[in-house]
């Protein structure tokens, strides 16, 4: 993780920190053991809570683009990481994408 990056969210961390109030997040949790939950969270230092945030988000990825293979099976690797693109990160970014890869195909004919 860049240094910028690991600042940045550091002090995202801080600030939230010192905005939020807990209420109940979840209605389906009981409340004294979201309580516990939130606790153990707060006691871990930043550096652990950011590896728990990056380590949940690559295991979002991950179940993403096996959710979007299973419901594609006929699309290739690219086509599918390109489906990934667009539902995630927006048609802009879908498009330029497309266009730089359509570029370094005609370069390499």
Same mark, same amino acid.
């Given at each position: 993780?860049?240094?910028?990056?690991?600042?940045?969210?550091?002090?995202?961390?801080? +600030?939230? =920190? /010192?905005? $939020?109030?807990?209420?109940?997040?979840?209605?389906?949790?009981?409340?004294k053991t979201e309580e516990? *939950?939130?606790?153990? +969270?707060? =006691? /871990?230092? $930043?550096?652990?809570?950011?590896?728990?945030?990056?380590?949940l988000s690559s295991l979002?990825?991950? *179940?993403?683009?096996?959710?979007?293979?299973?419901?594609?099976?006929?699309?290739?690797?690219?086509?599918l990481k390109m489906l990934?693109?667009?539902?995630?990160?927006?048609?802009?970014?879908?498009?330029?994408?497309?266009?730089?890869?359509?570029?370094?195909?005609?370069?390499?004919?």
């Amino acid at each position: 993780m860049s240094r910028l990056i690991y600042e940045f969210l550091l002090y995202r961390f801080y +600030i939230l =920190k /010192k905005v $939020i109030t807990v209420k109940s997040l979840s209605p389906d949790t009981n409340p004294k053991t979201e309580e516990v *939950l939130i606790s153990l +969270i707060r =006691k /871990k230092s $930043i550096p652990q809570r950011l590896s728990q945030l990056e380590s949940l988000s690559s295991l979002v990825i991950q *179940l993403s683009k096996r959710a979007l293979a299973r419901a594609n099976p006929k699309m290739t690797e690219r086509e599918l990481k390109m489906l990934f693109v667009k539902l995630n990160y927006g048609e802009n970014l879908f498009k330029a994408i497309d266009k730089f890869y359509s570029k370094i195909e005609n370069e390499t004919k």
